[in-house]
């Protein structure tokens, strides 16, 4: 059994910071891609980040040069740095990870999800 368990969501004003963080933890060979993707109250979730098992990164045009996306490769860990945050960023943020639980198994799990809020 594979769980990611995310934290670091809140309130914050406009311009302030946050930083997510999501832990995958069970019976793990390895891990592939990591990401985090969001979905705001009546819009289709979105991708926001993903960072590869070598570190290569891509990132959603609105969140360019204000988020950074980065993995503790030991800790199966990813994190989110959000800074310069804007009230449009307010939705509920997912980690998600395309995990190996045996060589020949590879699945797609999701988090819980934890919400975000940006206050003008």
């Known amino acids: 059994q594979v769980q990611l368990v995310e934290s670091g969501g809140g309130l914050v004003q406009a311009g302030g910071a946050l930083r997510l963080s999501c832990a995958a933890s069970?019976?793990?060979?390895?891990?592939?891609?990591m990401g985090w993707y969001r979905q705001a109250p009546g819009k289709q979730r979105e991708l926001v980040a993903t960072i590869t098992s070598g570190g290569y990164t891509n990132y959603a045009q609105s969140v360019k040069g204000r988020f950074t996306i980065s993995r503790d490769n030991a800790k199966n860990t990813v994190y989110l740095q959000m800074n310069s945050l804007k009230p449009e960023d307010t939705a509920v943020y997912y980690c998600n990870a395309q995990i190996q639980a045996t060589v020949f198994r590879l699945s797609d799990y999701w988090g819980q999800g934890t919400q975000v809020t940006v206050s003008s």
């Open positions: 069970g019976s793990i060979f390895s891990i592939n891609a």
